[in-house]
């Protein structure tokens, strides 16, 4: 069974950084055409796609985020690390590690088809 | 970046209705693009990529057409377990931007 899982809830205050690691298992991130990353959802609002590290250790980001945002695989371990700086009470929300992968092995073509339960990190003083 | 844009954000619909949703991309994505169902409390689920391939257990009421710019998600007959909110997204290019969202609401 392939899961994904975040971590529990956090709070954090404003101006410090925030530490997410994503603990994946039934798969591996060295595997051609898998990544994982992270996508966040503000409360009542949309989905924003944060991050993403693929199985050659190619690394994306969302370009509003970029400079607080690093993304760093942890292949023995099966995890993901997301590191984001600076936080601000509006990075208020869900954050959701999700796995990113080939919709047809070989193309360009990926989707979504693992999504953990998500984490909810509160910013708050 | 590319932008998403999702009309409706929201419908009120019946059961047994014909619902469409649109998407549109600021530049052209070919069939870069999939589809995401998310119920309240949840996280979301796929539902078709490639802008018109239905995702394995997908019940066949829903379908999914375009390219390029203009997208629609459609359910044929709509069930009382479609009452969700629905997410486009392109993976065209990074970062895989999502539109705001599409409430599918009980009339």
């Known amino acids: ?125 | 970046d590319i932008q998403m844009t999702q009309s409706p954000s929201s419908l009120s619909a019946s059961v047994g209705d014909r619902v469409t949703i649109t998407c549109r991309a600021s530049q052209s994505i070919g069939r870069y693009l999939n589809w995401y169902q998310q119920k309240p409390g949840k996280a979301p689920t796929l539902l078709m990529y490639a802008a018109s391939s239905l995702q394995s257990g997908v019940p066949s009421r829903v379908s999914g057409s375009g390219s390029g710019t203009d997208f629609t998600l459609t359910i044929s007959s709509l069930q009382p377990e479609d009452f969700a909110t629905y997410y486009c997204q392109q993976t065209y290019s990074t970062p895989r931007t999502f539109g705001g969202g599409t409430k599918v609401e009980i009339k």
């Open chain 1, 1 to 125: 069974q392939i899961t994904v899982k975040e971590p529990g809830p956090t709070l954090v205050k404003p101006t410090q950084t925030l530490t997410l690691t994503c603990s994946f298992s039934g798969f591996s991130l060295t595997t051609r055409g898998v990544g994982v990353g992270w996508i966040r959802q503000p409360p009542g609002k949309a989905l924003e796609w944060l991050a993403l590290v693929y199985w050659n250790d190619d690394k994306r980001y969302g370009p509003s985020l970029k400079s607080r945002l690093t993304i760093t695989k942890v292949t023995s371990y099966n995890q993901v690390v997301l590191t984001m700086t600076n936080m601000d009470p509006v990075d208020t929300g869900t954050y959701y590690c999700v796995r990113d992968v080939w919709a047809v092995a070989g193309t360009d073509y990926y989707y979504i088809d693992v999504w953990g339960k998500g984490t909810t990190v509160t910013v708050s003083s």
